[in-house]
Nanobody, 124 residues
């Protein structure tokens, strides 16, 4: 497992942008598939985006396609989530996650390391 720490959350108006960062500890970061999930109040945690170990393969939830971009810097042990054209329904706690395999997947249960989350609030 790796230790993960998210940052970059905050309050933004509808249509605004934020970039989330997830710093990972450990030597095995570059071999792991990484994902972003989110959880809104009263709702289950849901998939947002994922990226393979190389960064070549990415996957997105339909609700964020064309607005969010996931990327990674293996040299810096960091994964990012660029969020543009934010909507009030994007309001949630956003979590970074790592899985023991290199492939990007959408299933929450595929991930075994989680950060503590960062709050994103989009005002209307």
């Amino acid at each position: 497992q790796v230790q993960l720490r998210e940052s970059g959350g905050g309050l933004v108006q509808t249509g605004g942008s934020l970039r989330l960062s997830c710093a990972a500890s450990g030597r095995t970061f570059s071999s792991k598939g990484m994902g972003w999930f989110r959880q809104a109040p009263g709702k289950e945690r849901e998939f947002v985006a994922a990226i393979s170990w190389s960064g070549i393969s990415t996957r997105y939830a339909d609700s964020v396609k064309g607005r969010f971009t996931i990327s990674r810097d293996n040299a810096g042990n960091t994964v990012y989530l660029q969020m543009n054209s934010l909507k009030p329904e994007d309001t949630a706690v956003y979590y970074c996650a790592a899985r023991p395999s290199a492939i990007a997947t959408t299933l929450l249960d595929d991930y075994d390391s989680w950060g503590q989350g960062t709050q994103v609030t989009v005002s209307s």
